[in-house]
């Protein structure tokens, strides 16, 4: 069922620009989280984190009970073999075809015969929709293509948890709804934890059950999808909903002038929550709510029209 991330007050500087201060989080097994944040806020570098290949300043990570910020060097080693990791441009060898590159953690990481390699490199290629690309080099496929090449590479050591790092940045919009498809059917299938980086606000509102979002150096909210889609909080009804109005500037934190300048300005009203995708098998997700259930449980109305199918994007798209 994949394991979950418990996150305990992790700060991290680099020299004296603090990253993030203090978040604490978890983030549970087998569902799909999301982490948002404008850009520069620090969520490659949490990412990093969560797989050690940074050190906080402060904090713990806890992964099956071991704290991967604190520990030896073996440890981290064994921990990190639960971990696939999709990095923001894939992250291929160049020089390496498809097969090669997606073979490549295999080789590195296990005993196994060419053949047995073989039957799981064809595997994962077919999982991703690449049967047939394996020959190519990642400088002759389109930028989706690498990416789901990136993806095949991250699940033949069958992770338990896996890392997205703006999947959805350099792809149209027509790309990124088939990779989210693909994001969600995998998720039913292997049942591990996933968490995807993004600031790709229609990915945030139809693809995961949890939503956080990093802003100023803090952690502004994490929870479920209809807490965040339904909150009034300014920082997170501003972002979530790609508006002008709000807390967030330019440079990331409005001045004291402009906020005044707005006062007058009322934040226009929530738009409905959309459908959560579903996947295309019509079997359940792994972290199947019905829709409007958390607002239900915890006494909150959600927008007008929230939960029917076939609704509009929120207009401005990406932010
Ligand atoms: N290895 C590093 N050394 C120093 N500063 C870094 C390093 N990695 C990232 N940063 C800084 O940390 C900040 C957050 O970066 P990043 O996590 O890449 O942002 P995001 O992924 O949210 O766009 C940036 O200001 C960046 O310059
Ligand atoms: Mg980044």
Redesign the pocket.
């Known amino acids: 069922m994949g394991v979950e991330i418990v996150v305990e007050g992790l700060t991290k500087k ?1 020299g004296n ?1 603090t ?1 993030w201060h203090d978040v604490s989080l978890t983030i549970p097994s087998g569902e799909i989280s999301v982490m948002l ?1 404008p ?8 990412l990093k984190v969560l797989i050690g290949l940074l050190k906080p300043n402060a904090g713990h990570v806890f992964i099956e009970g071991i704290d991967i910020a604190n520990c030896s060097e073996r440890k981290l080693y064994e921990i990190r073999k639960l971990f696939g990791v999709l990095f923001q441009d894939g992250a291929m060898f160049g020089s390496m075809d498809l097969y090669d590159n997606v073979a490549f953690p295999l080789r590195e990481h296990t005993k196994k015969s060419e053949s047995e390699i073989r039957s799981i490199v064809m595997d994962k290629m077919e999982l991703v929709g690449l049967v047939g690309a394996e020959n190519k080099l990642p400088g002759e496929i389109s930028g989706g293509m690498r990416k789901r090449a990136g993806l095949a590479r991250a699940l033949v050591l069958e992770p338990e948890i896996i890392l997205f790092d703006e999947p959805d940045s350099g792809l149209d919009p027509v790309r990124t709804a088939y990779l989210n498809q693909l994001i969600i059917d995998l998720n039913a299938q292997i049942n591990a934890t996933f968490l995807i ?1 993004t600031h790709d606000i229609n990915t945030a509102r139809t693809v995961p059950d949890n939503i956080g979002l990093l802003f100023h150096q803090h952690l502004a909210m994490f929870g479920p999808r209809e807490m965040l889609l339904s909150s009034e909080e300014p920082v997170v009804a501003q972002f979530l909903n790609a508006q002008r109005v709000g807390p967030i500037g330019m440079s990331e934190e409005k001045d004291a002038d402009e906020l005044a300048s707005e006062a007058h300005i009322d934040m226009p009203p929530l738009p409905p929550i959309p459908p959560q995708l579903v996947p295309s098998d019509g079997r359940p997700r792994a972290g199947q709510r019905t829709p409007g259930e958390w607002c239900r449980e915890n006494g909150v109305t959600p927008p007008p029209g929230s939960f029917q199918e076939n609704m509009p994007m929120v207009a401005g798209g990406a932010v």
């Not at 520069?40 to 949490?46: A, D, E």
């Open positions: 680099f620009q990253i944040g850009s520069g806020t620090g969520k490659s570098v949490f980086v």
